[in-house]
């Protein structure tokens, strides 16, 4: 989450799990 925790692993997995997601819906 990015509510100060761990802004950078928050964001490395939730980009992660997007692109898994959806790699076409960036």
């Known amino acids: 989450a990015e ?10 997995l939730g980009r992660e799990l997007e ?3 959806a790699p076409e819906a960036r």
């Open 3 to 12: 509510d100060g925790s761990r802004p950078e692993e928050d964001t490395a």
């Open 19 to 21: 692109r898994r997601r």
